[in-house]
């Protein structure tokens, strides 16, 4: 009997030495995943955190981007509004400078140019030249557009432009010195013509005639300009150049009213 509780409570040890043993690694074994759920977490929350930093870098970087395409756009904007800009002035200039006056002579189209000519506010005129040319370089010889794009490649002008219909183009104000007569000599032995007298040119060729309209417009100027100025001389281009020019080309003076 005594022998069965001694065998009894040796048993009994042992299932607690057993259920000591097994509850101690339940309880490492819990800590374990304790501290492993812990470094998990910490594990994810880092990982949070740089996903969050990644995306305001990105979300700051697109934002800059957008900064950039913006500036780029407006930049693209103010490029594109400059030649407007300018095309809206240079159709304004083109106005003012373009009008049709009545005169004694008709009508008189201003078309004043930039070139070939001197502002002066004071100058005594008395002399008219006559002169006559036309576009050699265009495929129609008597475009008068054709001869004002000539006039501004060589920086000459004179003070009217005779079409072949008898249309009058005043291309330079009367008071101001136009670039016309070049190396020349009055009869009277005066030089520097540009300076008295203004220029008139009529369009024809060198083989040539003048058209009755053409006619009828240099003598309705001419008697225009004597109405204005006290003229005493109306020469032509070889008067005062000679050997040098020999326009007016084809002119029949008899049919001008000097």
Partial sequence: MKKKKIILIFVLCIFVMAGSFFGLKKIQFQSILKNNDQAVTASIQELGKESKQETASNEQQSVVSNQEAGSNEQQAVTSNQKPVTVEKESAAVVEQKTETKNTDAGKIVQNLVAW???????RKIDTIILHSSYDALGNDPF?????IAEYKQAQVSPHYLIARDGTIYQLVSDQNIAWHAGVAKMPDGRTDVNSFSIGVEIINTQTGKFTSAQYDSVNRLIGDLKNKYPIKNILGHSDIAPGRKTDPWGIEWKKVDR
């Fill in 116 to 122: 070939g000519f001197q502002k002066s506010t004071e």
């Fill in 143 to 147: 475009s008068a557009s054709g001869v």
